[in-house]
């Protein structure tokens, strides 16, 4: 597992993809090179899990575009957040504990696809 610092400093590196991954459990979503390098790097697939899980919900169904946002604090816990790409917040949950390495990450999901922003 990478630490924060090169973790950051590598994904820096993915615009755009050039290939699609799914998860087993969610074969109806995708996810880009860069997510797929960051939940190995960062052990944190059970982060995508959330996400595609999370879109059964009539509230994250609904939006055709969605930023999505995990802010881990000091004590180890974290907030996941959905928005609706006007600043809106149609969903938030409280994670007690999480060894995700960065302070925050992002991303979009968008046309049944999961990716870091600067592969948008």
């Not at 973790?7 to 074969?27: A, C, D, I, K, V």
């Not at 190995?40 to 697939?45: F, L, S, V």
């Not at 504990?97 to 990450?105: A, R």
Request: with cysteine; proline share 3%; hydrophobic share 40%.
């Amino acid at each position: 597992m990478m630490n924060a610092a090169q973790l950051q400093s590598e994904l820096r590196y993915f615009t755009g993809t050039e290939q699609y991954f799914y998860h087993q459990m969610f074969p109806k979503f995708r996810y880009t090179d860069g997510v797929r390098f960051l939940a190995q790097e960062a052990g944190a697939y059970w982060l995508l899990e959330k996400i595609f899980s999370n879109q059964i919900l009539p509230e994250i169904r609904g939006e055709r575009f969605q930023f999505w946002k995990l802010s881990v604090t000091e004590n180890q816990s974290a907030n996941l957040t959905c928005e609706d790409g006007n600043g809106t917040v149609v969903y938030a949950e409280k994670i007690d504990y999480t060894d995700f390495p960065l302070e925050e990450i992002t991303f979009f999901f968008t046309d049944s696809v999961l990716l870091l922003p600067s592969e948008y």
